[in-house]
């Protein structure tokens, strides 16, 4: 949510902090602005929507200098309008920020008793107003942010910058996350090592609480109690390529075309050549594990419930999943036996990393599954377990889904063999199996004419229904959530079973239903389900290999043919019609794809 940036640079910063929002800009899009100061001044720039709003705002009105702070807003306080646009500026102050200032209100009633009028609705300006304040009660820029920060409630990370002050950025960091990056002569914060991975790869994270003081000579970080501390510079290696379409029309696509790569390599680092399962030290033993509780949001959460059935199947562990925002606040107990597992991709969603602090100190180890592992979750985690996907940029998950879901069933696979659910030999068989996917979701990719087809169709719907049974239940659900998150058509997931029960009144000749059927135990249960809705006209897209196309295509609308696997790992394999089936709809439909509307790719607020 709100990505920013910020340059102490020896270039003119525009164009590199315009480069940089660039890349942060699937943190959201509702507005785009920057700061800079010239000859001791500070100005701004400000545009409502994409980026490109902002580039063209600045070729007919350049703004020079070679400090400055840049923002792109996805919208919390207020509407997405140029006023509520950052960088908020008071006087001698402007200010970037990523978070929600929660004792905002008060803090703004405060400051309007004292004659303080606000230009904008956002929590924002107050930090700008209160800095101004403090500046204004003679104290010198570095105080004067100081003791502000310590009057803030909430999440955040902030870079301040200052009129007069070409060499100092002030830059903090609570609840949201904040790089600090090392050039020669020069030195950047940016929301994450992708904003300045072009810009330098020696990268110092800030802790939580942490503030600090940048000049081009370097930088003096502080803690929550103001003590001078130090935090480590890391080299990372991001590879700019990477964050590159590399000649697809979309970030989504190209990420959904890496899935064999990426997967090929998640498994690499986890398995080993003689079939054995190689993970971190520092895992639980699961024998003495009773319960396994899996917490996530979206389809991170959807991942988990995959897995659930792995862990329940294979293992015999009891798995207790819920989505984060529900499972900080419900209060769940939790025994020292019990293990809990983060999973999240960018290891920063806010409420995912709140639930892992309810439960860190009660439950017997704290586990995550992440992509990003300098990310919070990770490194909060007593084990973290890399998913190796490599920097997804859509904002709609596809290759991080799937490397989740390999990660999670090695995990499973583990826990199996310690609970003596599953001989050494069994083991074996698995991962054979699992060693397979990457080839199998490649030859799935193949569908992609086929589904470009019955995309044109599906754009022309206002509900779909998805159906699964068994592990192609969550699957269902993230189909849905696939589908109506990129192309806007409605859609909803459901366990085949459950249809009958009231969600089969939805069904006509206008609402196709989508069924996820491999041949697996549970097929001819889900092709009865799937009768019942081709008995009330219901138009139905059949995903299925090709001995089931043979037992169950009769009477559909079309069927998708994928290729014939271990049924346990289906679900990996049949995220690919899942995902392209969306993907190619909101193509039809003409939709912002990577940056659909009213969402961003890394939620750091509640
Ligand atoms: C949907 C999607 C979101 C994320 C969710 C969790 O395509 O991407 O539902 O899965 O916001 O994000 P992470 O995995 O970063 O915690």
């Given at each position: 949510m709100c990505g920013i940036i910020g340059v102490l640079g020896s270039h003119q910063a525009a164009p590199i902090m315009v480069d940089a929002l660039r890349r942060l800009e699937y943190r959201g899009y509702d507005s785009a602005g920057i700061a800079t100061i010239h000859e001791g001044a500070l100005d701004r720039r400000r545009a409502v929507g994409k980026l490109v709003n902002l580039s063209d705002l600045l070729v007919e009105n350049p703004l020079a200098g070679r400090s400055?702070?840049?923002?792109?807003?996805?919208?919390?306080?207020?509407?997405?309008?140029?006023?509520?646009?950052?960088?908020?500026?008071?006087?001698?102050?402007?200010?970037?920020?990523?978070?929600?200032?929660?004792?905002?209100?008060?803090?703004?009633?405060?400051?309007?008793?004292?004659?303080?009028?606000?230009?904008?609705d956002t929590d924002t300006e107050t930090i700008a107003q209160l800095i101004a304040r403090e500046l204004k009660a003679g104290k010198a820029p570095v105080d004067a942010a100081r003791d502000s920060i310590a009057q803030l409630e909430g999440a955040f990370a902030l870079a301040i910058l200052f009129d007069g002050e070409e060499d100092l950025l002030i830059a903090a960091r609570r609840g949201s996350p904040l790089a600090v990056g090392h050039g020669?002569?020069?030195?950047?914060?940016?929301?994450d090592a992708i904003a300045l991975a072009p810009l330098t790869d020696q990268i110092t994270y800030l802790d939580e609480g942490d503030w600090c003081v940048l000049t081009r000579a370097g930088v003096e970080i502080f803690d929550v109690h103001n003590q001078p501390v130090t935090r480590i510079t890391?080299?990372?290696?991001?590879?700019s390529a990477r964050i590159e379409k590399a000649g697809h029309k979309h970030f989504m696509a190209k990420e959904i075309a890496e899935q064999p790569t990426v997967l090929a390599n998640a498994l690499a680092h986890y398995l080993n050549d003689d079939a054995s399962i190689q993970l971190p030290d520092g895992l639980p033993d699961f024998s003495a594990v009773d319960r396994l509780i899996m917490v996530a949001c979206g389809t991170a959460y959807y991942a988990c419930q995959t897995a659930k059935y792995w862990f329940e199947q294979l293992a015999g562990l009891p798995v207790e999943i819920d989505v984060a925002s529900e499972f900080?606040?419900?209060?769940?107990?939790?025994?020292?036996?019990?293990?809990?597992?983060?999973?999240?991709?960018?290891?920063?969603?806010?409420?995912?990393?709140?639930?892992?602090?309810?439960?860190?100190?009660?439950?017997?180890?704290?586990?995550?599954?992440?992509?990003?592992?300098?990310?919070?979750?990770?490194?909060?985690?007593?084990?973290?377990?890399?998913?190796?996907?490599?920097?997804?940029?859509?904002?709609?998950?596809?290759?991080?889904?799937?490397?989740?879901?390999?990660?999670?069933?090695?995990?499973?696979?583990?826990?199996?063999?310690?609970?003596?659910?599953?001989t050494d030999a069994e083991v074996a068989k698995h991962v054979d199996a699992l060693r397979t996917v990457p080839g199998l979701v490649n030859l799935a990719l193949g569908i992609e004419p086929s589904v470009e087809r019955l995309a044109n169709e599906l754009a022309k719907a206002r509900d779909i229904l998805f159906l699964g049974r068994g592990a192609m239940f969550p699957?269902?659900?993230?189909?849905?959530?696939?589908?109506?998150?990129?192309?806007?058509?409605?859609?909803?997931?459901?366990?085949?079973?459950?249809?009958?029960?009231?969600?089969?009144?939805?069904?006509?000749?206008?609402?196709?239903?989508?069924?996820?059927?491999?041949?697996d135990p549970l097929f001819d249960k889900t092709?009865?389900?799937m009768q019942e809705v081709m008995a009330r006209s219901g138009k139905v897209l059949l995903v299925t290999d090709a001995t089931g196309a043979e037992r169950a295509r009769e009477g559909t609308w079309d069927t998708l043919v994928m290729p014939e696997c271990d049924p346990v790992f289906a679900p990996i394999i049949y995220a690919i019609p899942a995902q392209m089936l969306a993907y190619y709809t909101a193509l039809a439909k003409g939709t912002d794809?990577?940056?659909?509307?009213n969402l961003a790719k890394s939620v750091t607020v509640e």
């Open positions: 400055g702070i840049g923002h792109t807003r996805w919208a919390t306080h207020g509407a997405p309008n140029v006023a509520n646009a950052h960088p908020h500026q008071s006087g001698s102050v402007a200010v970037v920020h990523n978070g929600i200032i929660e004792n905002f209100r008060d803090l703004r009633k405060e400051l309007g008793k004292n004659g303080v009028n606000f230009e904008s020669d002569g020069e030195m950047y914060v940016g929301s890391k080299q990372i290696k991001l590879d900080r606040y419900r209060e769940p107990p939790i025994g020292s036996s019990n293990v809990a597992l983060f999973v999240s991709q960018s290891g920063e969603t806010a409420d995912t990393l709140a639930a892992l602090r309810y439960c860190s100190g009660k439950a017997s180890d704290i586990l995550s599954v992440v992509n990003v592992p300098e990310s919070s979750i990770a490194r909060e985690s007593s084990v973290a377990l890399p998913i190796y996907a490599g920097v997804e940029v859509g904002v709609a998950s596809t290759k991080a889904f799937t490397c989740q879901l390999a990660v999670l069933a090695i995990l499973a696979l583990r826990a199996a063999q310690q609970r003596g659910c599953l699957l269902a659900l993230e189909g849905a959530l696939k589908l109506k998150e990129i192309s806007y058509i409605h859609a909803e997931g459901y366990a085949s079973g459950e249809l009958k029960h009231g969600p089969i009144a939805l069904v006509d000749e206008d609402v196709p239903v989508i069924v996820f059927a491999p041949t092709v009865s389900n794809v990577d940056q659909p509307r």
